[in-house]
T-cell receptor, first 117, second 114 residues
């Protein structure tokens, strides 16, 4: 089975621009979670999508948004980029269940390295 | 609420020596606990996980961890370090009420000295 893929792997933007990152989960996985990794804050949860619905959200401003398509692929969007948004953005997929409280093993992609100048 | 504390942001060991990476957690519900490894410019790879079965968990590459509820700890060990173990290691916790939302520690960078 192919693993989680993220595109692009590297991205350079300037302040004020917006960016869209893409994540393709493992085939058959319906849950996609996004994390931001920075040297100062470490790994922080952004949001999780399951069956095209956001069902959990971390503590990030509204400039960070996402969506999931019917084929489970997910995109996240960051508008009005700030220097502090420079980070490695990781996507994780899992089988997912309708019952939110059940944990499923997560598989992480290689990440997208976003640099904001 | 869940949180993780990793003691020691940098750990150095000699090749062949014991590896011990410390992780303490806080959780208001029975936790699921994980150790991940990250190599430069790569994503996270699961080393092992505790999900309320055996308290001593064996993972890949010779790593293991023991869940100690009384100490709220989940330390990662490996009897003999190899050069290829040099990487960043993250401990994470998820609760039975948080689904796939993981709370990660700040990471421990392991250096292996030849």
């Amino acid at each position: 089975k192919a693993g989680v893929t993220q595109t692009p792997r590297y991205l350079i933007k300037t302040r004020g621009q917006q960016v869209t990152l893409s994540c393709s989960p493992i085939s058959g996985h319906r849950s996609v979670s996004w994390y931001q990794q920075t040297p100062g804050q470490g790994l922080q949860f952004l949001f999780e999508y399951f069956s095209e619905t956001q069902r959990n959200k971390g503590n990030f401003p509204g400039r960070f948004s996402g969506r999931q398509f019917s084929n489970s692929r997910s995109e996240m969007n960051v508008s009005t980029l700030e220097l502090g948004d420079s980070a490695l953005y990781l996507c994780a997929s899992s089988i997912g269940t309708e019952h939110f409280m059940i944990y499923n093993e997560q598989f992480f992609g290689p990440g997208t390295r976003l640099t904001v100048l | 609420a869940q949180s993780v504390t990793q003691l020691g942001s940098h750990v150095s060991v000699s090749e062949g020596a014991l590896v011990l990476l410390r992780c303490n957690y806080s959780s208001s519900v029975p936790p699921y606990l994980f150790w991940y490894v990250q190599y430069p410019n790569q994503g996270l790879q699961l080393l092992l996980k505790y999900t309320s079965a055996a308290t001593l968990v064996k993972g890949i590459n010779g790593f293991e961890a023991e869940f100690k509820k009384s100490e709220t700890s989940f330390h990662l060990t490996k009897p003999s370090a190899h050069m290829s173990d040099a990487a960043e290691y993250f401990c994470a916790v998820s609760g039975s009420n948080t689904g796939n939302q993981f709370y990660f520690g700040t990471g421990t960078s392991l250096t292996v000295i030849p």
